[in-house]
């Protein structure tokens, strides 16, 4: 069932430009921490698309906490998701649930790396009921070739850094919507799979996952499938100064070695 913004969301959205897209869904004081480096576990299989991690706020800890990037079945053909994002307004900063529909919209320019560069998604696309994939932009395991995909160049990122805010006085420079993203602001759109959701609240209860713990470097920065934190292919957070070569397709093992930031 595709669900829209209820209108009172919508007229907060509007009022917060930087959050104009997405369902608001708090505002608090404390801003999150850079987005850590990682690297892309490979697919499981046909039908996935990538979903990146992010910093998700719990008010009875007080504190941030990373949900992992995950491989994630879209609940439609068609679907693309569009990430959500942390902005800063003078109410302070700003969470924007992400969300389903058949174009990604705005997303605070975020650098969230593997297709995310900003602006869209380059990661993949839909073709005859198919998701096909990038290979620059994907690891796709050592079978990465029989799945159905194309090679690709990325745009240069929006930004040249890791900052997970869209604005504010430790963020990224502040970005709006273009013209054709408001325009999209009343295309159906629908919420997180049940998957997703607890895939996050299952991160919320994780002390490793914690900011104040892990100090901005997750134990589990990235997985496989939603909630998989303990299978196979979970990756850590690689410290920042160890950054990702240029993709030089896809490397030993199958693993693709992308430079999330250009």
Request: aromatic share 12%.
């Amino acid at each position: 069932m595709f669900k829209r913004c209820a209108p009172t969301l919508l007229a907060l959205a509007l009022l917060t430009p930087f959050a104009a897209w997405s369902q608001v869904s708090m505002s608090i004081r404390i801003g999150p921490p850079p987005l850590p480096y990682y690297d892309q576990p490979a697919i499981p299989g046909e039908g996935y698309l990538w979903t990146p991690g992010y910093w998700a706020w719990s008010p009875e800890e007080n504190d941030y906490h990373w949900v992992p990037g995950t491989w994630v079945q879209p609940p439609e053909t068609g679907l693309l998701w569009t990430p959500g994002y942390w902005a800063y307004n003078n109410l302070g900063y700003v969470w924007s649930v992400g969300y389903w529909a058949t174009r990604v919209g705005f997303y605070g320019g975020l650098n969230y790396g593997y297709g995310y560069t900003g602006v869209g998604y380059q990661g993949g696309r839909w073709e005859g009921g198919r998701l096909r994939y990038n290979l620059i932009a994907n690891n796709l395991g050592r079978g990465g070739d029989n799945h159905s995909s194309y090679r690709a160049r990325l745009p240069t990122p929006v930004r040249n850094n890791r900052s997970g805010v869209n604005g504010g006085p430790d963020g990224a420079r502040a970005l709006l919507p273009t013209p054709t993203q408001r325009q999209w602001l009343s295309n159906p759109r629908t919420e997180p799979t049940p998957r997703q959701a607890d895939h996050e609240r299952s991160a919320l209860t994780m002390p490793v996952q914690r900011a104040t713990v892990n100090h901005g470097a997750p134990q589990i920065a990235a997985t496989r499938q939603p909630s998989g934190f303990e299978a196979p292919g979970a990756e850590r957070a690689r410290p920042t100064q160890q950054r990702q070569r240029p993709n030089e397709g896809q490397g030993d093992q199958g693993k693709n070695r992308q430079h999330t930031e250009r």
